[in-house]
């Protein structure tokens, strides 16, 4: 019998050279599906395993992502994966034990999802798994006594899921493992001492467990530990064991709120050591004199029992960032060389915590570098606060710690809106080449635990670390943001740009599958300075919304996926069919001319409201899809201007090919869409689903997009009164959508060129294309705060905690229209010459300079109004969700500000539209406006002074 190769790529059927999908519908858990499938896989395999002509060579030899191979002429008929990494998709469903089978696997990454469930015991049958990553799952149950046998094992992430028992003896087995992450869950018992084995062991991460007992002196014998981080757990009655000063290359040691006792122990021979922190704790007597690392940047030793003095070792630390020492006992002065024998560079900073001990003088300078912060309220020294200028440090409210920033900056001037693209497509900050535009992979990156306090000091030796590991240049990275979490950890938002030097302006595929093959197989040269990291998501919009990381494109279909977690491995089928699909494929090859485009069905619904087109229909309203009727284009497709018989004018949405749907996906979504009727958003009028194509009919909006009229190059401009209708007419369409659509809908892309105007002004929210209907109760009636999904929206517009963590929420459409509303304030985009509105914003309101980035051509304004309308689109913006307004509050606010207008400021301008009867775009509308309460010019000041006067921007 001659050998058929059969390969399952992205678990679609490959034989030979032909490639066939299985159909890609809705996940199920019937468990009589899942037993057939698995009846299925095991059938084939008995019959691989009776073959003739076995081939002892390795039949897989592709390293892509997600590739299942069977060779039925080799390898004793077993499934041979190399890596499959399902990370970030939404996955729910549990691991299936017959995961144990995938015998050659190397990486299994379940990252980021919704998996619940326990860990099969049956992984520990994969004896050459190198990378388990689970983490940010809902994973229950204990840790599989199992895993700890998985001889080349490097690596072992099962943090932030709800894991709880013991750690197993077993784990002590691992010889090769270099991280071990167990970090957030609810493990409890003793640490086993027996980890001391582990002698790879680079990383422990324990932190954030309920584990108890004793700190095993042993750990130090793991002479590589480099960091050792176990903060709130319960080590009752336990000392900090003397050994752990023998741990020569320990670079953390975090032992925060972990109910330790006694002194601490003399950590100076420790030579690399740059964190340390034992806060939180009852630790007694005084603080070691001998000194630190000269490389620590961060000490914290506060809320324990210390008593003593201060010592003088403090005094010779170059990078030392913070040092607290609050809620403790200590007495006598506080030395002044901590920060005289320091020299600051203007991105270095140190922070002092000295609060609520006993200290009475400070001996030395009391004129401190700006870079440094010194907090003294509650110690005597403060009792006389005229005392040699004690006020700066003895004042109630201080600088706070570093929580979020931004780093991303511009070092060439460059002209407003001349980047030649869209708004994907940003100026490179640091680019060689002046002005360079291009388009970036945008990235959530989180390190677990740094060893550092203060992230701008070090950002560009991060920048050379990052760029020495993914092989780019220094420039062709930039920090967008950052936030600092508990843990301490660090989430930044990346930004990778193309090089500047061979006229691209878009990374190549093959790039950007080098760049994200490096974040997920930890390819990276290692860094225990900054730690760990973890790839939150990789966000391919704009030009790379259609990059595959499949092999020839091919991607694992959701089904598939979700039968996977369901306790089915393959979708496999018997090799006669197989061969009878590939004559059905050779026969098929006869026939080019049907396209896949073309074979599609006539099926159609009736739905009330809503008309059923012809294709021909379509064709003759826009001459053929002539280029002339063409009005815009998204990620949809193309929008022709089209002309029913009955001379409708109407706005024609065509899919394009890579944006079709199944038939009753789309089908569906139009039935959702006919029940959307409010006057603020635009309707639904037909659709067609005819010869291969989908196409929605919509109303034409006669006045284009917002951001038509606010574009530079608009010849009419809209007053102060116009753009407040227009803001509270689209926060009224965007509550709709959340409050009273059946069901609930977060919209996910609001911008200025999704809301169209019609022949009146009258704002109309469109484009449901990334639309995602809200969370709905569970069995017990508990609403989820959130959907987890794949970041999808435009730069700019989109909400920074959506971005880190994929948890979209109806706070996300709040924050996307508040860059609208600042928009309407300002004329600017979002992102321009690499400045971002939000930020430019906030800067000048700080500042009490509002009015000077306000948009010139916006007309007369009373300033109080226009004050609620900049703190109300500040608010929208704030970073955290939860100090968002709602958007009932939204629409209250800004009806409030309506109110406030007399009526003639209500409509400062009377507007005159042609009477074309089809069409009034931007240059055809004549204004005059009515001014009549102007007055002088007032100081940018007056705008948070209370003062009401009404002025005419400069």
């Known amino acids: 019998m001659v050998g058929v190769k059969v390969c399952l790529l992205g678990f679609a059927l490959v034989v030979s050279?032909?490639?066939?999908?299985?159909?890609?519908?809705?996940?199920?858990?019937?468990?009589?599906?899942?037993?057939?499938?698995?009846?299925?896989?095991?059938?084939?395999?008995?019959?691989?395993?009776?073959?003739?002509?076995?081939?002892?060579?390795?039949?897989?030899?592709?390293?892509?992502?997600?590739?299942?191979?069977?060779?039925?002429?080799?390898?004793?008929?077993?499934?041979?994966?190399?890596?499959?990494?399902?990370?970030?998709?939404?996955?729910?469903?549990?691991?299936a034990p017959e995961l144990g089978q995938l015998s050659h696997i190397q990486v299994l990454d379940f990252m980021w999802n919704e998996i619940t469930g326990n860990i099969p015991k049956e992984i520990g049958n994969i004896t050459s798994l190198e990378l388990l990553l689970l983490n940010g799952n809902k994973i229950s149950g204990s840790l599989p006594a199992e895993i700890g046998y998985l001889p080349n094992l490097d690596r072992l992430q099962v943090d932030q899921n709800q894991l709880s028992g013991p750690i197993p003896n077993s784990f002590s087995n691992l010889n090769r493992i270099k991280h071990l992450h167990l970090n957030n869950n609810s493990l409890s018992g003793q640490i086993p001492p027996e980890l001391s084995k582990l002698s790879s062991l680079l990383h422990l991460l324990l932190d954030n467990n309920n584990l108890?007992?004793?700190?095993?002196?042993?750990?130090?014998?793991?002479?590589?530990?480099?960091?050792?981080?176990?903060?709130?757990?319960?080590?009752?009655?336990?000392?900090?064991?003397?050994?752990?000063?023998?741990?020569?290359?320990?670079?953390?040691?975090?032992?925060?709120?972990?109910?330790?006792?006694?002194?601490?122990?003399?950590?100076?021979?420790?030579?690399?050591?740059?964190?340390?922190d034992l806060s939180w704790n009852e630790l007694t007597g005084s603080i070691p004199s001998n000194k630190l690392s000269d490389r620590i940047t961060t000490i914290d030793l506060s809320h324990n029992h210390l008593n003593g003095s201060i010592p003088a070792n403090f005094s010779v630390l170059p990078h030392l960032q913070r040092l607290s020492l609050e809620n403790n006992l200590l007495s006598g002065s506080v030395p002044s060389t901590i920060w005289e024998n320091m020299t600051f560079t203007s991105s270095a900073s140190l922070t002092l915590d000295l609060r609520n001990n006993s200290l009475s003088n400070i001996l030395g300078d009391l004129h401190p570098?700006?870079?440094?912060?010194?907090?003294?309220?509650?110690?005597?020294?403060?009792?006389?606060?005229?005392?040699?200028?004690?006020?700066?440090?003895?004042?109630?409210?201080?600088?706070?710690?570093?929580?979020?920033?931004?780093?991303?900056?511009?070092?060439?001037?460059?002209?407003?809106?001349?980047?030649?693209?869209?708004?994907?497509?940003?100026?490179?900050?640091?680019?060689?080449?002046?002005?360079?535009?291009?388009?970036?992979?945008?990235?959530?990156?989180?390190?677990?635990?740094?060893?550092?306090?203060?992230?701008?000091?070090?950002?560009?030796?991060?920048?050379?670390?990052?760029?020495?590991?993914?092989?780019?240049?220094?420039?062709?990275?930039?920090?967008?943001?950052?936030?600092?979490?508990?843990?301490?950890?660090?989430?930044?938002?990346?930004?990778?740009?193309?090089?500047?030097?061979?006229?691209?302006?878009?990374?190549n595929i093959s790039e950007i599958q080098r760049i994200r093959g490096l974040f997920t197989t930890w390819a990276f040269r290692g860094s225990d300075f900054f730690g760990p990291y973890e790839l939150l998501n990789f966000t391919l919009i704009g030009p790379y919304l259609n990059v595959n990381f499949g092999p020839q494109g091919s991607m694992i279909s959701k089904r598939t996926l979700a039968l996977l977690l369901f306790g089915a491995i393959t979708c496999a089928i018997m090799i006669p069919a197989a061969i009878a699909m590939l004559i059905a494929k050779r026969k098929f090859r006869h026939h080019p001319s049907l396209s896949s485009k073309h074979l599609s069905s006539k099926i159609s619904i009736k739905?009330?409201?809503?008309?059923?087109?012809?294709?021909?229909?379509?064709?003759?309203?826009?001459d053929n899809f002539n280029i002339s009727t063409q009005v815009g284009q998204g990620g949809y497709g193309k929008v022709y201007k089209g002309i029913l018989e009955d001379n409708t004018v109407v706005a024609i949405k065509r899919a394009e090919e890579g944006s079709l749907q199944g038939q009753k996906e789309f089908l569906t979504e139009i039935e959702l869409l006919s029940r959307l009727h409010h006057r603020n958003l635009v309707s639904l009028i037909g659709y067609c689903v005819e010869q291969g194509e989908q196409m929605l009919i919509y109303e034409f909006m006669?006045?284009?997009?917002?951001?038509?009229?606010?574009?530079?190059?608009?010849?009419?401009?809209?007053?102060?009164?116009?753009?407040?209708?227009?803001?509270?007419?689209?926060?009224?369409?965007?509550?709709?959508?959340?409050?009273?659509?059946?069901?609930?809908?977060?919209?996910?892309?609001?911008?200025?060129?999704?809301?169209?105007?019609?022949?009146?002004?009258?704002?109309?929210?469109?484009?449901?294309g990334l639309s995602r209907l809200a969370p709905v109760p569970d069995e017990e009636g508990m609403m989820p705060g959130h959907i987890s999904t794949i970041v999808k929206g435009t730069p700019g517009y989109l909400d920074p905690e959506y971005l880190l963590t994929h948890k979209l929420t109806d706070k996300s459409d709040v924050y996307s229209l508040g860059v609208v509303f600042l928009e309407l304030l300002t004329g600017m985009r979002p992102i321009s010459h690499g400045k971002n509105i939000v930020r430019e914003v906030n800067v000048a309101y700080q500042s009490g300079m509002t009015h000077s980035i306000l948009d010139k051509?916006?007309?007369?304004?009373?300033?109080?109004?226009?004050?609620?309308?900049?703190?109300?689109?500040?608010?929208?913006?704030?970073?955290?969700?939860?100090?968002?307004?709602?958007?009932?509050?939204?629409?209250?606010?800004?009806?409030?500000?309506?109110?406030?207008?007399?009526?003639?400021?209500?409509?400062?301008?009377?507007?005159?539209?042609?009477?074309?009867?089809?069409?009034?775009?931007?240059?055809?509308?004549?204004?005059?406006?009515?001014?009549?309460?102007?007055?002088?010019?007032?100081?940018?000041?007056?705008?948070?002074?209370?003062?009401?006067?009404?002025?005419?921007p400069r």
């Open 17 to 95: 050279f032909g490639c066939f999908t299985f159909p890609a519908t809705a996940q199920t858990t019937d468990p009589s599906e899942v037993t057939a499938l698995q009846t299925i896989k095991t059938r084939l395999i008995d019959q691989m395993k009776h073959l003739n002509n076995w081939n002892k060579g390795d039949p897989c030899t592709s390293n892509w992502t997600g590739v299942l191979c069977f060779d039925t002429v080799g390898i004793d008929g077993y499934l041979h994966i190399r890596e499959l990494q399902l990370l970030n998709m939404n996955l729910s469903g549990y691991l």
């Open 212 to 276: 108890s007992g004793y700190l095993p002196p042993e750990l130090s014998n793991i002479l590589d530990l480099r960091i050792l981080q176990l903060d709130n757990n319960h080590f009752n009655e336990s000392e900090i064991p003397a050994s752990y000063k023998n741990m020569s290359k320990l670079v953390k040691l975090s032992l925060r709120n972990c109910s330790l006792q006694g002194a601490i122990p003399d950590l100076s021979s420790i030579p690399h050591l740059h964190y340390l």
């Open 369 to 507: 570098p700006t870079n440094v912060s010194i907090r003294l309220q509650g110690n005597p020294v403060c009792n006389n606060v005229n005392k040699r200028n004690m006020v700066q440090f003895c004042q109630s409210e201080a600088r706070g710690e570093e929580t979020l920033g931004s780093l991303s900056n511009m070092t060439n001037i460059c002209p407003i809106h001349a980047c030649p693209f869209d708004d994907f497509y940003e100026y490179v900050p640091a680019s060689p080449v002046p002005c360079f535009c291009a388009a970036p992979i945008r990235i959530g990156y989180r390190l677990k635990s740094p060893s550092f306090s203060f992230f701008p000091t070090y950002l560009d030796l991060f920048k050379d670390y990052l760029a020495d590991s993914l092989y780019l240049d220094h420039y062709q990275i930039s920090i967008d943001s950052f936030i600092w979490e508990q843990g301490p950890r660090l989430n930044m938002y990346l930004k990778l740009f193309p090089t500047v030097y061979n006229n691209s302006h878009i990374f």
């Open 607 to 622: 739905i009330d409201g809503v008309k059923v087109f012809k294709f021909k229909e379509m064709v003759l309203a826009t």
């Open 702 to 768: 006669p006045n284009g997009t917002l951001r038509d009229w606010l574009c530079v190059k608009a010849k009419e401009r809209l007053s102060f009164g116009m753009r407040l209708h227009i803001a509270l007419g689209s926060a009224r369409g965007i509550l709709y959508l959340h409050t009273e659509a059946n069901p609930p809908i977060y919209h996910r892309d609001i911008k200025a060129s999704n809301i169209l105007l019609d022949s009146k002004l009258n704002a109309k929210v469109a484009d449901f």
């Open 857 to 952: 051509c916006m007309g007369s304004y009373p300033s109080k109004c226009i004050e609620k309308f900049v703190v109300l689109a500040l608010k929208c913006c704030m970073d955290k969700p939860e100090a968002r307004p709602s958007m009932s509050e939204v629409v209250r606010k800004l009806e409030s500000i309506l109110q406030m207008l007399s009526e003639s400021d209500t409509m400062l301008s009377e507007c005159t539209y042609p009477n074309s009867g089809i069409s009034a775009p931007p240059s055809s509308l004549t204004c005059v406006t009515r001014d009549p309460n102007l007055s002088s010019n007032v100081s940018g000041s007056d705008l948070v002074s209370g003062v009401i006067p009404t002025i005419r």
